[in-house]
């Protein structure tokens, strides 16, 4: 069974730095892309950042690019999202996906998703 | 960029009754769309898979169609546990962007 367990969240204030990770177990971590995906409270849900199986392919969002850093430990089955320089807008649920391949696809398998807010 | 619209924003619909979704693209996207369930205090569920393949363990009440720039998501006869906000999705191969619809909520009449 794939598992998809999110941590690092928490309360910030606005101008600090976050560190999430998403431990996965269940399946060939290595094998497939992985993704971050965010939903403030109440709202829909929008696409952060990805990163295909080998680290090769990484895309941000236009609202995170030269703030947030996408990264993967394919030893340790983890997934993490730096997240620097943090606004109130990016106050949301932020979820890690896997993807159905190695490099693209569609998310298969999510996790529960970690708060995150950033407040003064 | 490529925009998603769903509607309605709101269905309305009684157990057992059908339920139609609507998803347009602003340009053709193929068959790389995905449709996502959502209930209150869980993370998305994925339904459907390349406009119209079921994924794993989804009822067959759940079918999606469509090509191009118009999709749908229909629930045949709607069940309670069905009620939830549906997403839909692209994807592509590079960028690697997920670009996600605004969603249609499901809720009872």
């Known amino acids: 069974e794939v598992q998809l367990v999110e941590s690092g969240g928490g309360l910030v204030q606005p101008g600090r730095s976050l560190r999430l990770s998403c431990a996965a177990s269940?399946?060939?971590?290595?094998?497939?892309?992985m993704h971050w995906v965010r939903q403030p409270p109440g709202k829909g849900l929008e696409w952060v950042s990805g990163?295909?199986?080998?680290?090769?392919?990484?895309g941000y969002a236009d609202s995170v690019k030269g703030r947030f850093t996408i990264s993967r430990d394919n030893a340790r089955n983890s997934l993490f999202l730096q997240m620097n320089s943090l606004r109130p807008g990016d106050t949301a649920f932020y979820y890690c996906?896997?993807?159905?391949?190695?490099?693209?696809?569609?998310?298969?398998?999510w996790g529960q998703g970690t708060l995150v807010t950033v407040s003064s | 960029e490529i925009v998603m619209t769903q509607s309605p924003a709101t269905l309305s619909v009684s157990p057992g009754e059908r339920a139609t979704l609507s998803c347009r693209a602003s340009q053709s996207v193929s068959s790389n769309l995905a449709w996502y369930q959502q209930k209150p205090g869980q993370a998305p569920r994925l339904l459907i898979y390349?406009?119209?393949t079921r994924a794993t363990g989804i009822p067959a009440r759940f079918s999606g169609s469509g090509s191009g720039t118009e999709f749908t998501l229909t629930i045949s006869s709607l069940q309670s546990e069905d009620f939830a906000v549906y997403y839909c999705q692209i994807y592509n191969s590079w960028p690697p962007e997920l670009t996600f619809g605004g969603g249609t909520k499901v809720e009872i009449k």
């Open positions: 390349g406009a119209s």
């Open positions: 990163i295909s199986w080998n680290s090769g392919r990484i």
């Open positions: 996906a896997k993807l159905s391949y190695d490099t693209s696809g569609y998310p298969t398998d």
């Open positions: 269940g399946f060939t971590f290595d094998d497939y892309a």
